[in-house]
């Protein structure tokens, strides 16, 4: 005779042959999910659907288990084990406690990001403290269900991106906020790149479905069009439609939030020093410097000595983002701090320690590895080439950037397609226009090459990519562009190296060294000449001569360098034909990345 909880599921409606499943006495949402091969969040919605409220941790009975299982379309089999095993593996993360996820919102200008923020915080303040007074501190929690969601209010995928590209990953779920009547623009699609780049959920936040002129579908598509497959269309992406300004959905969005933070199952130690990010720092005229903190681990309180990258301070009081004064600020909890020596960069980690001492110490170890943690961060062809030499090679992720949008599949399906067994290519990110300064943040964030057809770098871009050393390789020609990319993969790039102008300086007046030997008594104009240069000799606006400096001297003095607005005496190897008024060019070459 069947066993009688068998036959409960067939008898419940399973398909006669559908396939069994085994399922313990006891077992978690998350390993029910993993055993039928479906997305927890799936398992979640279905067990609400039956009037259970549980989370990805949550234990289920057999009965409760056999009826998903059954809704899904299998059959339940009762395996009569000990559900000890299982739990063995929760054992070594008993130090972890559960932690509220961290959003941040994102989307193209206009969509209704801040509305959305606005409404979220609104919706959350309860009767009683309508009259609260809240304060700007760049971040801020609501509760849902007597649960707390983070919110990071920065300004869009910019500085969400800068603080990944200086190492700090601050978010769990990416809200992507589409307007329906407008759909996706580019900002969209950039904004959903740097989400997908960074490997956080994506959430979309379907805005302004109030409006005459919203056309959902149309938005689905598009968005489906780019990869990104909402959960009705049989993908896994969330879709939630809102309405910010009649704040109508903010309580499904918030639920679907929860539901996405249940199956990452976010975790963070709480017995430790306290550790986590600057969200953002400034200076108070009157209360000094003050910055907001992201606690990621430990119990941050007041008295604490914490260090920030180069700054060190005692947390002389903390604020929540209602402007009260509060004694400890657990993990995923924005706090706003005093106390610090000087203001920090945003982004920067911060660590409590034991005594100022020890704060000390870390200070001076983090000033000293200032200058190896800003040389070592950049990617180029160039050393993809090397690497590829040694065999090291895996990943080349690119950011390309064309003048016309017809250009993008071209050199996107061609450079994807340079892929093999040990190497891919992977363009994580397209777009048209000049080359911008959140293009090299992203490079900066995925150790990505950044490649422009046709198309050029703004100044403030070219002076963060070289500050940052993010590799920018140009091309007007696309075999030119996808050969490079080849034989970089391969190993056979031959390093390419341009001159580089030094300074440069004018011939005032020429003085006899001897048989045929002349020295060029000059001032420096502009830069600085150096003593190991190669020089190019210009007169009449055209290039006479090209050498190499054979002598530098400033009075009587053998010199390396003279710099702007001094003069020196210039010799040249091998030319000894001055006249006053040649422009002498100080050149050296450097590496093309």
């Keep these: 005779m069947k066993d009688r909880q068998e036959q409960a599921t067939t008898d419940d409606g399973a398909k006669q042959g559908a396939p069994q499943i085994g399922l313990p006495p006891v077992m978690t949402v998350k390993q029910l999910a993993d055993q039928m091969g479906v997305s927890g969040i799936e398992i979640i919605k279905q067990l609400m659907r039956n009037g259970i409220m549980a989370n990805i941790n949550q234990s289920l009975d057999y009965d409760v288990a056999a009826k998903v299982v059954v809704d899904f379309g299998f059959t339940a089999k009762k395996l009569h084990e000990s559900a000890k095993a299982k739990q063995k593996s929760f054992a070594k993360g008993a130090k972890l406690h559960t932690r509220p996820p961290v959003i941040t919102i994102m989307g193209h200008v206009d969509h209704g990001k801040t509305s959305l923020l606005d409404a979220i915080r609104k919706t959350n303040v309860a009767a009683g403290e309508a009259g609260a007074i809240t304060q700007h501190i760049g971040a801020y929690q609501v509760e849902m269900k007597g649960r707390k969601i983070t919110f990071l209010d ?3 995928h910019e500085a969400f991106t800068a603080m990944r590209a200086r190492g700090a ?4 779920i990416a809200v992507l906020v589409v307007a329906a009547d ?7 699609i950039e904004a959903l790149d740097h989400a997908r780049a960074a490997g956080v959920s994506i959430v979309i936040a379907l805005n302004k479905i109030d409006k005459d002129n919203a056309n959902p579908d149309r938005v689905k598509k598009q968005l489906s069009d780019l990869g990104f497959v909402i959960e009705e269309w049989g993908g896994d ?5 809102v309405s910010a300004k009649k704040k109508q959905g903010i309580d499904d969005l918030l639920e679907n939030l929860l539901l996405v933070a249940d199956v990452l199952e976010l975790k963070a130690e709480v017995d430790c020093p306290a550790a986590g990010i600057v969200i953002e720092a400034k200076l108070d005229k009157s209360r000094g410097p003050i910055a907001t903190l992201l606690v990621q681990k430990g119990i941050l309180k007041p008295g604490d000595n914490i260090v920030i990258g180069t700054v060190g301070g005692k947390v002389k009081a903390m604020f929540n983002d209602e402007g ?6 657990e993990p995923a909890t924005p706090v706003e701090i005093l106390g610090m020596n000087a203001v920090p960069d945003a982004g920067q980690i911060f660590q409590v320690v034991a005594n100022e001492k020890e704060a000390k110490a870390l200070i001076e170890r983090n000033r000293d590895a200032g200058l190896a943690t800003t040389t070592a961060r950049g990617v180029s062809l160039t050393s993809v080439a090397a690497q590829a030499g040694t065999g090291e090679v895996k990943d080349l992720n690119i950011i390309l950037k064309t003048d016309v949008h017809g250009s993008i599949e071209p050199i996107r399906d061609s450079l994807e397609r340079l892929s093999d067994d040990k190497t891919r290519v992977k363009v994580i990110h397209t777009g048209t226009g000049a ?3 959140s293009d090299i943040l992203l490079a900066m964030a995925s150790r990505a090459v950044v490649i422009g057809f046709n198309s050029r770098p703004e100044p403030g871009t070219i002076r963060l990519a070289e500050q940052e050393k993010v590799s920018i390789r140009q091309y007007n020609v696309i075999y030119k562009l996808i050969e490079d990319v080849e034989k970089a993969l391969k190993g056979l790039l031959e390093p390419e190296y341009v001159d580089i102008v030094a300074g440069q300086a004018e011939v005032k007046t020429i003085f006899e060294a001897g048989k ?3 020295i060029a008594g000059s001032q420096v104009k502009e830069g600085k000449a150096t003593r190991d240069s190669q020089v190019k000799v210009i007169r009449g606006g055209k290039v006479i001569a ?3 400096v054979a002598g530098l001297r400033r009075f009587k003095d053998d010199v390396k360098e003279v710099t702007t607005g001094m003069e020196c005496g210039v010799k040249l190897d091998s030319f000894n034909d001055f006249q006053v008024g040649d422009i002498l060019q100080f050149i050296h070459q450097e590496l093309v990345d």
């Design 154 to 156: 920065t300004p869009g």
């Design 169 to 172: 990953s601050a978010t769990d």
């Design 182 to 188: 407008d759909g996706v623009m580019p900002q969209t």
């Design 237 to 241: 992406i969330i879709c939630v439609p």
């Design 324 to 329: 009260k004064n509060i004694r400890k600020a």
């Design 435 to 437: 080359i911008i300064e």
């Design 516 to 518: 045929k030997v002349q």
């Design 546 to 548: 090209e050498s190499r």
